[in-house]
């Protein structure tokens, strides 16, 4: 059974910094795609950030601010979060797909596997 355990959110003024940790259990992953969705309230989940062999993908909000790295090793996904705004405020989400992804990174139909969730809160 696959599984995905966040970790790492947390409260935080804006400017400031977090680093988010997924890891990834129950199988292979090495060619998968792992990366980060975010809900915030009242609106609807959006891509954050992808990586897989060969690409790595973030989307414009959060692009020079936000890296995402992975241990393929260890099977787990980080992101690293700079300069985070009170607009990043949200519940973020590790995300995995099933194969490698060749379809839109940013699609949620596109992952399979999907964790839990940490809150991620940014203060004006």
């Known amino acids: 059974q696959v599984q995905l355990v966040e970790s790492g959110g947390g409260l935080v003024q804006a400017g400031g910094s977090l680093s988010l940790s997924c890891a990834a259990s129950?199988?292979?992953?090495?060619?998968?795609?792992m990366g980060w969705f975010r809900q915030a309230p009242g609106k609807e989940r959006e891509f954050v950030a992808a990586t897989q062999r060969g690409g790595t993908y973030y989307a414009d909000s959060v692009k020079g601010r936000f890296t995402i790295s992975r241990d393929n090793a260890q099977n787990t996904v980080n992101l690293q979060m700079n300069s985070l705004k009170p607009e990043d405020t949200a519940v973020y989400y590790c995300?995995?797909?099933?194969?490698?992804?060749?379809?839109?990174?940013?699609?949620?139909?596109?992952?399979?596997?999907w964790g839990q969730g940490t809150q991620v809160t940014v203060s004006s």
């Open positions: 995300v995995v797909t099933r194969e490698r992804l060749w379809g839109d990174p940013s699609s949620v139909n596109e992952y399979a596997y």
């Open positions: 129950g199988r292979t992953f090495s060619r998968s795609a």
